[in-house]
Nanobody, 117 residues
Framework: QVQLVASGGDLVQTGGPLRLSCAASGRSFSGWTLAWFRQAPGKDREFVAAIHWTVGHTYYAASVKGRFTISRDNAKNLVYLQMNSLKPEDTAVYFC??????????WGQGTQVTVSS
C-alpha cells in the first residue's frame, strides 16, 4: 500500500524560505512521478511541481518556476519542495502525490503553508 506523508508546513513571512518533505513508502517508485500540488481556500487544487523518480526530470507551474525546487532522495524515499521568495499567494495546503504517466493515484494528507504579508 502506497503511503505519502507530507511535512514541513509552517507560518513564514513574505520573502522567506521553507522546505517541505514527503516520505513515500509501500513500493518501488521506479518509473513513477512524484509531485506537489496545493489548494488555497476557496480554490481548486493546482499543480506545483513534479519529478520523475528514476531520471530526475522536473516540471514546474509557471507561478513557482524560479522560486521553488523539487528534488528527491532515492535512498531515503523522500521528495522535497524547497520554496524560496514566498509570497502570500503561496498560502495553501500542500499535498504530495504519486503516479505514472501523469495520473496521480496516491495522495498524502497535506501540510499547511501560510505566508504572512
Amino acid at each position: 500500500q502506497v503511503q505519502l506523508v507530507a511535512s514541513g508546513g509552517d507560518l513564514v513571512q513574505t520573502g522567506g524560505p521553507l522546505r517541505l518533505s514527503c516520505a513515500a513508502s509501500g513500493r518501488s517508485f521506479s518509473g513513477w512521478t512524484l509531485a506537489w500540488f496545493r489548494q488555497a481556500p476557496g480554490k481548486d487544487r493546482e499543480f506545483v511541481a513534479a519529478i520523475h523518480w528514476t531520471v530526475g526530470h522536473t516540471y514546474y507551474a509557471a507561478s513557482v518556476k524560479g522560486r521553488f525546487t523539487i528534488s528527491r532522495d532515492n535512498a531515503k524515499n523522500l521528495v522535497y519542495l524547497q520554496m524560496n521568495s514566498l509570497k502570500p499567494e503561496d498560502t495553501a495546503v500542500y499535498f504530495c502525490a504519486a503516479g505514472v504517466e501523469g495520473s496521480y493515484n496516491y495522495w498524502g494528507q497535506g501540510t499547511q503553508v501560510t505566508v504572512s504579508s
